[in-house]
């Protein structure tokens, strides 16, 4: 930039640069050229570009400064810098954030805005993009304590030109009235920053990420910055400031590529990106970008969390601490996280992980990160195959909803995630290949399982469409340029995954073969003709038959479009889907309804002694999953007392069946403590007795019961699916007769339900012959077989008025 000319007599005389001159020199930074004597300049890189164009924008705005009369020795004036030329991280094509500040009076004969419009107008004329202000301190101070935009910005003031007095006090009351005031704008911190997440996206699994404004960003980063200042957070280090570093020098890049402002990175950028900041390709680039904004966004999430204001003294006397509420077995909601109990030992509970990742996803609270530390140290594994109660949890967690989202995040984060997934490594932060999906692959399928936890009442294995939809693209980013189809690798990892778990064989092939197939429906009904008989019964060769697997890959297909991009699932592709797999159905022709299992020798001989005697009883086969039998006279309303006795004792139901022997009704109940131990056997005996008797207010208190879980949150989020019931026809297994029908309920579980479903149906006069209720990864599925054949029984009006009260029961 050329400084000095000649004047009339030859002597050198000050030049002061123009704005085109600083357009002029800025173009030069942006790019290989040559300076005013003819020199190469080299390609800067980003961090030494961040600063020349720092100190080019400075070093002009001080020129102009002194020639509108803001000299250094001008008292009562100062121009200041925020944004990112105060914090000397001024990026290509940025505004410059300036502040005028005055005393409130005038300057040799000029008022402060003439002195302003001086120092505007030419870089306005130049297309500089300016974000500026001309206040007094206290009118700055007034304006940051109503806009936390305005107050977060001061925190980075920086004195450019004038008065460094002004300056310095403008900087240093600014940030005083930060630290006093933080507390009290801690809401509206929380609320501003969660509002521009929602407009902006995510940095981190994001194919085309806001830099800038998504959460995991830059903005995250300075609200990082901002806590640490007010000291209720440490200042960030060490993989937060690696990751600011490439953000930074990525939206650099962005913007000399563009040559414009840019903070939106598109995957079309990517490769000469990547290529300029020396990292591969676009998708190595992506998948940097993505650990980087998991970095910040987790570091920031962990920030509001502690940073929340705490117990304060009251008269002089510290807030008592808050209570710790038991969730599940070895889990309690202490304050506002999911935490462990005092007592137990992670190194010898290989479930305790996962209790605590379904508990923190069922309540939509985050796990402490005391809590995660813990379990990183000292979580086993566990061992394969899985015990059935720590793959129930498994499920359980994925059943969870939109809650499974930040869950596996915070897992994936420290390692855990992969403890139980070890196949989940090549698809962490993969990018994906097809345009139009907009999450990287691991979000992908965490999300497309959020979504088909909205769909475990449409089918009759919940728990093998939660797995197989998480698993389902688990076979992307493997072998030579994704040459192998990622279904049939992924049906192999699926088989895997599934001995691993401990699944029977023949759910282990139906998950496979939901991976294996998981797009036959989309690109069958949207690609061929499903009218023609031939494409029917290729698709129904395909499955082998199996309905089950049918109705499984139908609600995965919905679970996967709705993840994948804006416009993948319509309508239309809906239509066509379930067309496709009516006609698919039909030529199936059904299955049958499976009845109860037989009554073991113990059992019998229970329900021979309480039909000899008369006196109800009780069997208690312990286990981490007990098996407890009540043996009574077959009376109306057994099955809804038995259920709401157990639902009092926070007893988890997994199954039961309800059956008859010796004249006598034997239910049956496979159960588990939602926490704690296994209540009294004797206190059980007496509490069934009772509720038998009518003496236990047995209906009061479960309500009462069912408000306290409501108030914690664990039966479940609030969007949960809606109930569905189905009917099955001259259903003849479990020693029906040929004339009853089996009601079949799906609905996600919670504390009474068993009791409540019961009681409708006693109500109707309804004759249960046999029972059975499964509970899948927190979806009940009731089937209850009962005769059709009496007097007014039958009808689609009896249907009706049974069904309008089981899903009142729900």
């Given at each position: 930039?050329?400084?000095?000319?000649?004047?009339?007599?030859?002597?050198?005389?000050?030049?002061?640069?123009?704005?085109?001159?600083?357009?002029?020199?800025?173009?030069?930074?942006?790019?290989?050229?040559?300076?005013?004597?003819?020199?190469?300049?080299?390609?800067?890189?980003?961090?030494?570009?961040?600063?020349?164009?720092?100190?080019?924008?400075?070093?002009?705005?001080?020129?102009?400064?002194?020639?509108?009369?803001?000299?250094?020795?001008?008292?009562?004036?100062?121009?200041?810098?925020?944004?990112?030329?105060?914090?000397?991280?001024?990026?290509?094509?940025?505004?410059?954030?300036?502040?005028?500040?005055?005393?409130?009076?005038?300057?040799?004969?000029?008022?402060?805005?003439?002195?302003?419009?001086?120092?505007?107008?030419?870089?306005?004329?130049s297309g500089v993009g300016l974000d500026h202000s001309v206040?007094?301190?206290?009118?700055?101070?007034?304006?940051?304590?109503?806009?936390?935009?305005?107050?977060?910005?001061?925190?980075?003031?920086?004195?450019?030109?004038?008065?460094?007095?002004?300056?310095?006090?403008?900087?240093?009351?600014?940030?005083?009235?930060?630290?006093?005031?933080?507390?009290?704008?801690?809401?509206?911190?929380?609320?501003?920053?969660?509002?521009?997440?929602?407009?902006?996206?995510?940095?981190?699994?994001?194919?085309?990420?806001?830099?800038?404004?998504?959460?995991?960003?830059?903005?995250?980063?300075?609200?990082?910055?901002?806590?640490?200042?007010?000291?209720?957070?440490?200042?960030?280090?060490?993989?937060?400031?690696?990751?600011?570093?490439?953000?930074?020098?990525?939206?650099?890049?962005?913007?000399?590529?563009?040559?414009?402002?840019?903070?939106?990175?598109?995957?079309?950028?990517?490769?000469?990106?990547?290529?300029?900041?020396?990292?591969?390709?676009?998708?190595?680039?992506?998948?940097?970008?993505?650990?980087?904004?998991?970095?910040?966004?987790?570091?920031?999430?962990?920030?509001?969390?502690?940073?929340?204001?705490?117990?304060?003294?009251?008269?002089?006397?510290?807030?008592?601490?808050?209570?710790?509420?038991?969730?599940?077995?070895?889990?309690?909601?202490?304050?506002?996280?999911?935490?462990?109990?005092?007592?137990?030992?992670?190194?010898?509970?290989?479930?305790?992980?996962?209790?605590?990742?379904a508990a923190a996803a069922r309540t939509g609270r985050p796990?402490?990160?005391?809590?995660?530390?813990?379990?990183?140290?000292?979580?086993?594994?566990?061992?394969?195959?899985?015990?059935?109660?720590?793959?129930?949890?498994?499920?359980?967690?994925?059943?969870?909803?939109?809650?499974?989202?930040?869950?596996?995040?915070?897992?994936?984060?420290?390692?855990?995630?992969?403890?139980?997934?070890?196949?989940?490594?090549?698809?962490?932060?993969?990018?994906?290949?097809?345009?139009?999906?907009?999450?990287?692959?691991?979000?992908?399928?965490?999300?497309?399982?959020?979504?088909?936890?909205?769909?475990?009442?449409?089918?009759?294995?919940?728990?093998?469409?939660?797995?197989?939809?998480?698993?389902?693209?688990?076979?992307?980013?493997?072998?030579?340029?994704?040459?192998?189809?990622?279904?049939?690798?992924?049906?192999?990892?699926?088989?895997?995954?599934?001995?691993?778990?401990?699944?029977?064989?023949?759910?282990?092939?139906?998950?496979?073969?939901?991976?294996?197939?998981?797009?036959?429906?989309?690109?069958?009904?949207?690609?061929?003709?499903?009218?023609?008989?031939?494409?029917?019964?290729?698709?129904?060769?395909?499955?082998?038959?199996?309905?089950?697997?049918?109705?499984?890959?139908?609600?995965?297909?919905?679970?996967?479009?709705?993840?994948?991009?804006?416009?993948?699932?319509?309508?239309?592709?809906?239509?066509?889907?379930?067309?496709?797999?009516?006609?698919?159905?039909?030529?199936?022709?059904?299955?049958?309804?499976?009845?109860?299992?037989?009554?073991?020798?113990?059992?019998?001989?229970?329900?021979?002694?309480?039909?000899?005697?008369?006196?109800?009883?009780?069997?208690?086969?312990?286990?981490?999953?007990?098996?407890?039998?009540?043996?009574?006279?077959?009376?109306?309303?057994?099955?809804?007392?038995?259920?709401?006795?157990?639902?009092?004792?926070?007893?988890?139901?997994?199954?039961?069946?309800?059956?008859?022997?010796?004249?006598?009704?034997?239910?049956?109940?496979?159960?588990?403590?939602?926490?704690?131990?296994?209540?009294?056997?004797?206190?059980?005996?007496?509490?069934?007795?009772?509720?038998?008797?009518?003496?236990?207010?047995?209906?009061?208190?479960?309500?009462?019961?069912?408000?306290?879980?409501?108030?914690?949150?664990?039966?479940?989020?609030?969007?949960?699916?809606?109930?569905?019931?189905?009917?099955?026809?001259?259903?003849?297994?479990?020693?029906?007769?040929?004339?009853?029908?089996?009601?079949?309920?799906?609905?996600?579980?919670?504390?009474?339900?068993?009791?409540?479903?019961?009681?409708?149906?006693?109500?109707?006069?309804?004759?249960?012959?046999?029972?059975?209720?499964?509970?899948?990864?927190?979806?009940?599925?009731?089937?209850?077989?009962?005769?059709?054949?009496?007097?007014?029984?039958?009808?689609?009006?009896?249907?009706?008025?049974?069904?309008?009260?089981?899903?009142?029961?729900?």
């Open positions: 930039m050329t400084l000095r000319g000649e004047g009339a007599a030859g002597r050198a005389v000050p030049v002061v640069p123009t704005a085109a001159d600083l357009v002029l020199a800025r173009d030069r930074l942006l790019g290989a050229g040559a300076d005013e004597r003819g020199l190469h300049i080299g390609r800067l890189a980003p961090d030494v570009l961040r600063e020349a164009l720092t100190d080019l924008h400075e070093f002009w705005l001080a020129v102009h400064a002194a020639q509108a009369g803001i000299a250094a020795n001008r008292a009562g004036v100062a121009l200041v810098a925020v944004g990112g030329l105060g914090r000397r991280e001024l990026v290509p094509y940025s505004d410059l954030d300036l502040i005028l500040v005055h005393s409130g009076q005038s300057f040799g004969g000029q008022a402060i805005d003439q002195v302003a419009e001086r120092l505007w107008y030419p870089l306005w004329n206040r007094t301190v206290g009118e700055a101070l007034d304006v940051a304590g109503k806009d936390l935009r305005t107050a977060l910005g001061l925190l980075d003031a920086r004195h450019v030109a004038g008065d460094e007095t002004l300056s310095r006090r403008l900087a240093d009351e600014a940030r005083d009235a930060w630290r006093t005031g933080v507390r009290r704008r801690f809401d509206e911190i929380v609320g501003s920053t969660r509002t521009r997440w929602a407009r902006s996206g995510e940095v981190a699994h994001w194919v085309e990420p806001d830099l800038k404004h998504g959460r995991g960003g830059l903005r995250d980063l300075a609200m990082l910055d901002a806590l640490a200042l007010a000291q209720l957070v440490d200042r960030p280090a060490g993989e937060v400031s690696a990751a600011r570093r490439l953000l930074l020098d990525t939206r650099t890049e962005l913007r000399r590529v563009a040559r414009r402002p840019r903070d939106v990175l598109m995957p079309q950028d990517g490769d000469e990106i990547a290529a300029a900041l020396g990292i591969g390709d676009r998708f190595t680039l992506a998948r940097a970008l993505s650990g980087a904004g998991r970095a910040v966004a987790y570091a920031l999430d962990v920030a509001l969390r502690v940073g929340q204001p705490g117990p304060r003294k009251v008269l002089g006397v510290l807030r008592r601490t808050p209570a710790r509420r038991p969730l599940a077995d070895g889990v309690v909601l202490h304050g506002d996280e999911v935490s462990l109990a005092r007592d137990v030992d992670p190194g010898k509970d290989p479930g305790l992980l996962l209790r605590v990742a796990i402490a990160p005391a809590a995660l530390t813990r379990l990183g140290e000292a979580a086993p594994e566990p061992r394969a195959p899985w015990p059935a109660e720590v793959r129930q949890e498994l499920v359980s967690l994925l059943g969870a909803g939109e809650g499974l989202i930040d869950v596996v995040e915070a897992l994936d984060r420290t390692g855990l995630w992969a403890r139980l997934f070890p196949e989940w490594g090549a698809v962490r932060d993969l990018p994906p290949r097809d345009a139009a999906h907009v999450w990287t692959v691991d979000r992908h399928l965490v999300a497309a399982t959020a979504n088909a936890a909205r769909r475990v009442t449409d089918v009759s294995r919940p728990d093998l469409l939660l797995l197989g939809t998480v698993l389902h693209d688990i076979g992307k980013g493997r072998g030579s340029a994704y040459s192998t189809d990622h279904s049939v690798v992924g049906a192999a990892l699926a088989t895997q995954v599934g001995e691993r778990l401990g699944l029977p064989r023949a759910d282990v092939a139906t998950l496979s073969a939901m991976v294996r197939h998981h797009l036959l429906l989309p690109h069958t009904a949207t690609r061929r003709n499903i009218a023609d008989e031939a494409t029917v019964r290729r698709v129904v060769d395909t499955l082998g038959g199996d309905p089950v697997l049918l109705e499984l890959l139908h609600g995965l297909v919905e679970a996967d479009s709705l993840a994948t991009g804006p416009g993948v699932w319509s309508d239309w592709k809906a239509a066509l889907v379930a067309d496709l797999v009516a006609r698919c159905r039909q030529a199936m022709a059904g299955e049958r309804h499976a009845g109860p299992e037989p009554l073991d020798d113990a059992q019998c001989a229970l329900g021979a002694a309480v039909a000899a005697s008369g006196k109800p009883d009780i069997l208690v086969d312990p286990g981490r999953v007990a098996t407890i039998t009540v043996v009574a006279p077959d009376d109306p309303g057994l099955l809804s007392r038995a259920a709401g006795v157990l639902a009092l004792h926070s007893l988890r139901v997994h199954a039961a069946e309800v059956r008859a022997h010796a004249g006598v009704a034997v239910d049956t109940f496979a159960v588990s403590p939602r926490f704690g131990s296994m209540p009294d056997t004797a206190l059980l005996r007496e509490q069934f007795v009772r509720a038998l008797s009518g003496s236990l207010p047995l209906t009061d208190k479960l309500a009462a019961k069912e408000r306290d879980y409501a108030d914690l949150g664990v039966d479940g989020p609030d969007d949960s699916p809606k109930p569905r019931v189905l009917w099955f026809d001259d259903e003849a297994d479990g020693g029906a007769a040929s004339a009853d029908v089996v009601l079949e309920l799906r609905a996600v579980d919670r504390l009474g339900l068993l009791h409540d479903v019961a009681a409708a149906l006693e109500k109707c006069g309804v004759d249960v012959r046999w029972a059975r209720v499964m509970q899948v990864g927190g979806t009940a599925i009731a089937s209850f077989s009962f005769a059709s054949t009496a007097p007014g029984h039958g009808g689609p009006d009896w249907r009706r008025e049974i069904e309008r009260a089981v899903l009142g029961a729900c």
